[in-house]
């Protein structure tokens, strides 16, 4: 079963058939997100490079307002493209009861396990992370799609995504954007992470349902939610807001699904 096949079994007796429903949404160009009737919201980064261009051809845009959260919860798999899945993930997380559960949230930080000796691998190009860690650690690794696509408007360097294969292997700590579940590659990432000894799934974009994640390589969640006041963000969405709006109205939530792997001294 796909990661997401589980993130939606763990989440429909939470969703399906509570009444719960879309009350307002925003598409912008660097974040999606959906209000629903329990009064929470949540904005996930949207990936654009690979969205069809042409008119009229994102029509539930309008129509999924008032519409049943868990039918369109259920974008997060089957959803026409990256955008209609961004979707289905903010419901998702609108709707997660697990954010504020005292037995999903621990205050240890995943990157304080993390010295000069590791290799770090990192999926989509985090700004924070390159500015902390990439003169900290014996190598910094990262891979884009995007930047891959299209270039970078930040500068960033990043290696070519078909050297994938050949570097994961290589690294000791790994972060994985939660945007990797939107475009389904997660397993496939995980899959080429063979020496890691924590690897977390990060970001806006992390459907949080800890349990589907258990068994999966996945070592430790590291995501947020947005507060109540979060619905002052619909307009500066709208208007291409980014990152750094969205983190104004944000709480940072932490699990660890599984103890850090002992380390292995490399030849």
């Known amino acids: 079963m796909k990661l997401m096949e589980r993130v939606l079994q763990e989440a429909e007796p939470h969703i399906r058939g509570k009444g719960l429903t879309i009350e307002d949404g925003v598409i912008g160009l660097s974040f999606v997100g959906v209000r629903l009737s329990n009064g929470r919201s949540h904005f996930v980064y949207l990936m654009r490079e690979t969205l069809p261009s042409g008119d009229m051809i994102f029509p539930y845009g309008e129509k999924m307002i008032g519409m049943d959260a868990w039918e369109a919860a259920q974008w997060a798999l089957n959803g026409a493209e990256d955008l209609q899945r961004s979707l289905g993930v903010a419901v998702l997380n609108a709707a997660s009861p697990y954010f504020f559960d005292p037995a999903y949230q621990c205050y240890e930080d995943?990157?304080?396990?993390?010295?000069?000796?590791?290799?770090?691998?990192?999926?989509?190009?985090?700004?924070?992370?390159?500015?902390?860690?990439?003169?900290?650690?014996?190598?910094?690794?990262?891979?884009?799609?995007?930047?891959?696509?299209?270039?970078?408007?930040?500068?960033?360097?990043?290696?070519?995504?078909?050297?994938?294969?050949?570097?994961?292997?290589?690294?000791?700590?790994?972060?994985?954007?939660?945007?990797?579940?939107?475009?389904?590659?997660?397993?496939?990432?995980?899959?080429?992470?063979t020496g890691a000894r924590d690897i977390m799934l990060s970001g806006f974009s992390l459907p949080y349902y800890p349990e589907a994640y258990r068994g999966s390589g996945i070592t430790a969640l590291g995501t947020l939610y947005f507060t109540p006041e979060s619905h002052r963000l619909f307009k500066p969405l709208s208007l291409a807001a980014g990152r750094i709006r969205a983190r104004e109205y944000t709480e940072n939530v932490f699990y660890r699904l599984e103890p850090m792997k002992e380390r292995k001294e490399k030849i």
């Open 110 to 193: 995943f990157y304080d396990s993390i010295t000069d000796r590791d290799v770090m691998g990192v999926i989509g190009h985090m700004p924070p992370l390159v500015k902390e860690y990439s003169g900290k650690v014996k190598r910094y690794i990262s891979f884009d799609r995007a930047i891959d696509m299209q270039g970078s408007v930040e500068g960033a360097q990043v290696y070519p995504m078909e050297r994938e294969a050949e570097l994961l292997p290589q690294c000791d700590i790994v972060v994985v954007t939660g945007t990797t579940m939107i475009n389904h590659t997660t397993e496939d990432i995980l899959s080429m992470c």
